[in-house]
Every structure is written in C-alpha cells, then in structure tokens.
C-alpha cells in the first residue's frame, strides 16, 4: 500500500490528484481566472467535477467508512463534492502561484482529516 494510513491516503491522494491537474493543460486552462466562470459551472451545475472524484474516492472512501476509520455518518456524496471544491480550489491558488502544496497539505491535516475521522481514529 503506498500510503499505509487513512490520514495519509487522504492528504496524499488530494495532493496527487492536484498535482496531476495543475500539470492537465485543460484543468489549468479551467482554474485560470477567465475561465473561472466554467470552473463553478462544472462543480455547481453540471456535477461533472463530483462524479468524476466520486469515480476515483469511492472505492476508497467506501472501504475506509466500512473498517471504521472514517465517521459513519458522513455523506459520502457530500464529501466527494467537497473534495472536488478543494482540488479545484488548490489547483487555481497553484496556477495563480499564490498557493503551495505544502501549506494545503498542513490545511488538509489540521482540519479536513479530523472531520472526517471516526472517533478511533487520531491524526499524526
């Protein structure tokens, strides 16, 4: 397993997917300010940005809520739009270089996680 903990399958799986859209012509092209109007587009109206992320974090997240690492009452659906609005969010801050990975990934930790946690779970 490339990443042996929830916490770390979840930062470090954003993170990726981040990575891998700041370098995708068309998601660079999508967060770059003239565009942005198609950016929210994609996430409020179409959902296209939700079901692509839900396609690639349900297995995931599915597996995690079953073992019991993450919270059972979080709506999975949710928070796949959730995860979206912050790749998208990070990625724009990225390609307007007034973002680093680092610091989303110290946000992630500090306060994505821990929402998301069951109660026997802890963030290291």
């Not at 929830?6 to 700041?22: A, F, K, M, S």
């Not at 409020?44 to 939700?50: I, Q």
């Not at 809520?65 to 990225?94: F, H, K, N, T």
Request: charged share 20%.
């Amino acid at each position: 397993m490339q990443w042996p903990t929830t916490e770390q399958r979840i930062v470090e799986g954003i993170l990726h997917d981040v990575q891998r859209g700041h370098r995708d012509p068309m998601i660079h092209k999508l967060v770059s300010p003239p565009e942005m109007m198609i950016a929210t587009s994609l996430l409020a109206t179409s959902g296209k940005a939700t079901e692509l992320t839900r396609e690639l974090w349900e297995p995931i997240l599915i597996a995690e809520q079953e073992s019991g690492a993450l919270r059972p009452d979080i709506d999975l659906v949710l928070l796949y739009e959730w995860i979206a609005e912050l790749e998208m969010m990070c990625i724009s801050q990225l390609t307007a270089g007034t973002g680093s990975i680092d610091r989303f990934r110290q946000k992630l930790r500090a306060f994505f996680v821990p929402a998301l946690l069951g109660t026997n779970q802890t963030v290291n």
